[in-house]
């Protein structure tokens, strides 16, 4: 990191990175708990 570095535009950059892995783990969970409903029906359906 150099030290002539604009520092607003790092903390920007730094908000966007945290904001977009925050979408991806938010699209993960969703995915998971899809996946805990599915798998939920299925033991279910076969008792």
């Not at 990175?17 to 939920?40: A, F, G, P």
Request: glycine share 6%; aromatic share 2%.
């Amino acid at each position: 990191m150099g030290s002539g570095q604009n520092h607003l535009g790092s903390a920007d950059e730094e908000k966007r990175r945290r904001d977009r892995k925050k979408k991806k783990e938010k699209k993960r969970d969703e995915e998971n708990l899809y996946l805990v409903i599915v798998c939920d029906l299925l033991i279910n359906n076969r008792e």
